[in-house]
């Protein structure tokens, strides 16, 4: 792990680079290691049982009932919180739809109530800056879902639009989009149910953002109602750095205290990494969380100095 007060956000910045550019040599070719073509042949053999449908602008793939099985007010939510994330910040007013509060904007033209999945306002303006709009759709957008669009930012008085959907969108739909201020993103199911956890990583680490997206998966994965994944939050949290990884656990040890210990007794038993295994174990300690079965299941296997010296401390 890489401890982060040695290094300035600009270094950290370009560590990220690096560490991409490390990935992927040009943008035709991704090198697969052993293990991701593992992954990736499970997940093709996925796609002929369910019906292959490809993500636009780069390699993800989702099929369509992983889409189905997002409800379309909660892909709506996801929307709504990315931008309260990205934008409050900036002092705009973001509204939406959410928990059956429906938000509404009078039309200029047409004199009738406009439900808006998200609105973004500049401080006490009747009329929105910017209006979003969440389609889960199975299928890629086409012009008639934008034209649609246009019509009702014209009503509301919104001067520019931004759409989301799951599949991307026909060419049509998108030169149209382009000719009237219109933004057109690709937002996956997965993405959609982890964007309502960003406030939350942030409060766990406001001092920048770099990383808020792993932590928002991660925080995801011990708010499902179900037994913590630990191999996965592990697989997300590998590349965040120390203070990141350390503010996160102190956390999470706060608010679900059992499966926190139980993602550190696989970290400190099994982690490939000794400054993983230290950390998990010293927080292990400070939380007078460990108990004798892994004090001796790791002397078996550990051979890092200082994680022995630590359990040595601790016997005494």
Known sequence: MINIREISIKERINLVNQLLESLVRDQSEHLLNDEQK????ERLAKYKRDGLVYRESDSFIVTRNEIRAIEPERYEFGLLEKLKYDLEPLGLVVKGTNNGQVHECMGRYSRTKRQLDTAVYLGSNKYPYLVADAKRHCRRIDVKIVESFIGMLDDVGASFGLLVCPLGYSIAAKERARASNIYTEVVTPEEALTFPFLKLARSIYPTDDIFHMQLAQALKGFA???????????EILDIVFFDEWEAFFTNIIGSNTLEAFDVLNVIALEHYDSGWRFNALRLLLENSALDDKLIDSILQEENDPDILDMIKNYQL
């Open 38 to 41: 593992q992954i990736l042949n």
């Open 224 to 234: 499902s109602g179900q037994p913590v994944n630990s191999e996965r939050v592990i």
